[in-house]
């Protein structure tokens, strides 16, 4: 079966690759796939001069070129990735280490997983109490979880050991780490941000009030971007009294995921109703370079409607390549220089969750799979 991208003309139309220039896709089998409308699902995609295309149950991993190159060659060869283990409940986040291709998955069935891509290995599978809503490494050994149940944990992942590191008053909806800082970052429900220095006896820094509840956050060296619903909140990490930067992002309906932007102090925000916008605050031609778009506008009732947009990832480096994941199954690849969409993978049966670029930006990995939110907005 021949699945083919599109390409874009100069004058704006998109067409279907050739099928000499296709990718095939395989299917993959497991030891165990739930037939549950909720299961996830994975696709291997690999460019290295040709491409292949594997579907399976779990998460999606993607061999690209450095730039998301269009040009695919007729040898399509690539090893198969098969996983004993699938996950049958929704994946929340994926992130692979930052020196390894090793990949964490957080899912709703209360599993922290590392897999191993190049064996095709699950090395660690480590049980919490509550789903787990976010995921982040400190290094190689070390990562972080958010929950339903308002914990940060801490799992040293040579030693298969957990422990609890602080809690949220409401579901904690974000963790990542800050490397400038040395510390961990985690917000909630409970309107808070917290930051925890894990070195330390008492492991809390620092609490602060972000006025309502907070659903994604990123950092971009010394600032760490805030996404209240629709409104942008930059607090500098040397000094975190307040914002020092407050204000409306372009997209002006409940913001769903926030990414930062490798080549600039800037990041780029995906909206529910399907938009992007990217922007630049803090920078001598701020105003000239953000800008915004939909992904798959639709007319709906005269309107413009598109699919909520739940996940935004950069290549490493300033290439400027990046791909969106939507509620309809999409992945989508563009250039943020060039304001140019580059190319679409074959739309997935459950929504996109989740993507995550390995640290050379060879290898991407996409999670397609049932998301809650998605259920409550039917």
């Known amino acids: 079966m021949l699945l083919p991208l599109h390409t874009r003309h100069q004058h704006g139309s998109y067409d ?64 198969r990735l098969e996983f004993q283990n699938p996950i049958e409940d929704s994946i929340s986040k994926l992130k692979f280490s930052p020196e390894s291709n090793n990949l964490l998955i957080a899912s709703w069935d209360s599993y922290l997983r590392l897999y191993n891509v190049e064996s095709s290995s699950l090395i660690l ?26 914990f940060i944990q801490r799992y040293d992942l040579n030693a298969g050991t957990v422990d609890r590191i ?26 808070k941000i ?9 492991s809390l820094v620092l609490s602060t009030d972000a006025g309502a509840p907070v659903r994604c956050i990123t950092v971009n060296g010394n600032n760490l971007v805030v996404c209240v619903a629709a409104s942008m909140h930059i607090y500098d990490l040397r000094s975190l009294d307040r914002p020092f930067q407050s204000y409306e992002s372009q997209v002006e309906v409940p913001i769903r995921c926030l990414t930062s932007v490798p080549f600039s ?14 922007d630049f605050p803090n920078t001598a031609c701020s ?14 009732k005269g309107r413009l409607h598109g699919a909520c947009i739940n996940a935004i990832e950069f290549t490493p ?26 190319f679409e993978l074959p739309k997935y049966s459950n929504s996109v969750a989740s993507l995550a670029f390995n640290h050379t930006g060879e290898l991407l990995a996409v999670a397609s799979s049932h998301t809650y939110q998605e259920a409550n907005e039917k």
Not at 177 to 189: C, F, H, M
Not at 194 to 202: L, V
Request: charged share 20%; with cysteine; hydrophobic share 30%.
């Open 16 to 79: 279907k690759f050739p099928a000499s220039q296709s990718f095939k896709a395989v299917n993959i089998n497991f030891a165990a796939v739930s037939s549950s409308s909720e299961s996830s699902s994975t696709t291997i995609i690999q460019v290295r001069g040709g491409a292949e295309i594997m579907e399976s149950d779990t998460f999606v991993l993607a061999k690209l070129q450095n730039t998301f190159s269009s040009r695919v060659s007729r040898d399509m060869s690539g090893a």
């Open 166 to 191: 602080g809690r949220h008053d409401g579901i904690a909806t974000s963790v990542l780490y800050s490397l400038d800082k040395g510390e961990v970052i985690s917000t909630g429900l409970d309107k």
């Open 317 to 342: 480096g300033g290439s400027g390549t990046f791909v969106t994941g939507d509620n309809e199954g999409y992945v989508i690849s563009w250039n943020a220089k060039s304001r140019r969409r580059l």
């Open 125 to 150: 599978q480590l049980y919490s109490r509550a789903a787990l809503l976010d995921c982040c490494f400190e290094n190689e050994s070390t990562s972080y979880t958010s929950g339903s149940d308002g």
């Open 287 to 300: 105003s000239e370079m953000k800008y915004t778009f939909r992904c798959h506008p639709k007319s709906m």
């Open 194 to 202: 917290k930051f925890w220095d894990t070195r330390r006896g008492q």
């Open 265 to 278: 102090t800037g990041y780029a925000v995906g909206s529910v109703d399907g938009q992007v916008a990217l």
